[in-house]
């Protein structure tokens, strides 16, 4: 079954210049930083977590990559997946959490965005807008999912990676900003370079990626796969989720919605073409959280992979 919604992804840190002959060690770990995680950790921990149950799976032919434990298995009903590679050789394998507007209980935010979406992320991909909190990193929590993670031999938290047009970033007052154990990279405009590292002269070890006049997302990602990440998770908001859908950029399409909500209103945002995706699994929460759906889509080259890799992409395009 091809769904159309015509509305609407492990590396190492590359060298940076700017982390030569620095006057402190980068596994230093402020107070802050340490209680942030705590509290986070501790949260999920006690979240009362339903799960979901399978409605549908089309994993057969398709070329994945899928994890899981008991813990995340009995929770998930199964394992979870992502494409086994990118949309073209020179760029990361890049997944896009999408979530209706609403409540959808605790299982969707500690088991799926804060769990299993990131658990084998080389880094996660946002921007700022206005920021309700400062304090906002983009990592797993449960001790069951950092289990998972440090088991695919990847980093304790991913890559943050935040997207700026203007820099106009409240740099100074963001934690993300201000550990020096958390890699960080600020993906902005080629002309606002030079700003961006002027206001992060106190974060020497933020890196900076110029990313064209305009900027231009394949041009970072390309950039990011050549420092080493080979899979990104990418959260949003709508202007990064729009750039990337337009673009072809998205191999996994992570959708979660309440009942009757569907695919195509929780991309009401996305007025650009259509999208061709199959849907590859299918999932409706447990008990209270009944009504929550949760769909991944893949484009049809998952099926065909090499397709994705271009030996024929005008079959889809």
């Known amino acids: 079954m091809f769904t159309i919604l015509a509305v609407p992804a492990h590396g190492l840190w590359g060298a940076c210049s700017a982390r030569d002959g620095l006057a402190f060690s980068l596994e230093m770990t402020k107070l802050g930083f340490q209680e942030y995680c705590r509290r986070k950790e501790e949260a999920a921990m006690a979240a009362a977590l339903a799960g979901f149950t399978t409605i549908a799976e089309e994993a057969g032919g398709a070329d994945l990559l899928s994890f899981g434990n008991a813990w995340t298995r009995r929770l998930f009903d199964g394992d979870f997946h992502r494409s086994a590679g990118p949309v073209s050789p020179e760029l990361p394998s890049v997944s896009l959490i999408v979530t209706e507007e609403g409540t959808l209980g605790t299982t969707v935010p500690h088991l799926l965005h804060e769990g299993l979406t990131r658990v084998d992320a080389d880094a996660v991909l946002g921007g700022i807008g206005e920021p309700v909190s400062t304090d906002q990193i983009c990592s797993v929590w449960h001790p069951e999912l950092v289990k998972l993670r440090t088991e695919r031999g990847l980093p304790r938290h991913p890559v943050q990676v935040l997207v700026t ?112 995706r199959r849907r590859l699994l299918s999932k409706a929460g447990r008990g209270q959280e009944g009504a929550v759906r949760f769909e991944h889509l893949v484009p049809p080259s998952v099926y065909a992979p090499g397709l994705r890799l271009g030996l024929n992409p005008s079959v889809w395009r």
């Not at 370079?193 to 900027?215: C, E, K, Y």
């Not at 673009?247 to 009942?259: C, F, M, P, S």
């Open 165 to 276: 047009n203007s820099c106009e970033v409240p740099f100074e007052r963001c934690l993300l900003f201000h550990e020096p154990s958390l890699p960080v990279i600020v993906v902005t405009r080629s002309s606002m370079v030079a700003t961006a590292r002027a206001r992060l002269r106190q974060s020497p070890w933020v890196d900076v990626i110029g990313a064209g006049d305009p900027l231009d997302l394949r041009a970072a990602l390309t950039q990011l796969r050549d420092r080493g990440m080979a899979v990104v998770s990418a959260v949003g908001g709508r202007r990064i989720a729009t750039t990337l859908l337009d673009a072809g950029l998205v191999t996994d399409l992570y959708i979660t919605v309440r009942e009757p909500g569907s695919a195509a209103s929780a991309l009401s945002f996305y007025n650009g073409p259509p999208v061709v």
